[in-house]
């Protein structure tokens, strides 16, 4: 759940970090830089439109199938849409993406190409691409097409 970003003049680490809702340690590990060029690019988390998807925060007793449940998705759909592995611990306070009805998603794996990709989600090419504002094909980038 990522995008590229092209740095401005005016850019600063902390300008990045506010403007995508992390902060400046996890964008310098995400790129492997202490320092920002202007007109260079680098990788930043994808905010994500509320219209697609409900933020939910993790409550004390909380699980995955209860949350799943609650909100008539899956455990597996949680799991993708977040970058979780089924043996994974929810801690309360962390956010949690669950699409909204109406919402197909695909978490891209390594090597599919844009014709697998809508395929897979039973669309057209142009269909994801009008969804889409960005398409890297990078492995973990989250895809979304409204039904």
């Known amino acids: 759940m990522y995008k590229v970003y ?35 690019e680098i990788v930043v988390p994808k905010v994500v439109e ?9 409550q004390k007793g ?16 949680l799991l993708n849409a977040n970058g979780l592995e089924k043996d994974d611990y929810l801690y309360p306070g962390q956010e949690l993406l669950i699409p909204k009805k109406g919402i197909k998603m695909n978490v891209v794996k390594e090597g599919k190409t844009l014709n697998e990709v809508a395929a897979d ?23 979304i097409v409204k039904k």
Request: proline share 2%.
């Open 6 to 40: 092209r740095v401005g003049s005016y850019d600063t680490w902390e300008s990045i970090a506010s403007k995508f809702h992390t902060n400046v340690e996890t964008l310098q590990n995400l790129n492997g830089i202490s320092m920002l060029i202007p007109g260079s």
């Open 50 to 58: 509320e219209d697609n998807f409900t933020v939910y925060t993790v």
């Open 62 to 77: 909380d699980n995955l199938y209860d949350i799943a449940r609650r909100y008539n998705s899956s455990v597996e759909v």
């Open 121 to 143: 989600l039973g669309v057209s090419q142009n269909s994801l691409l009008e969804d889409n504002e960005n398409i890297y094909l990078l492995p973990d980038q989250l895809l």
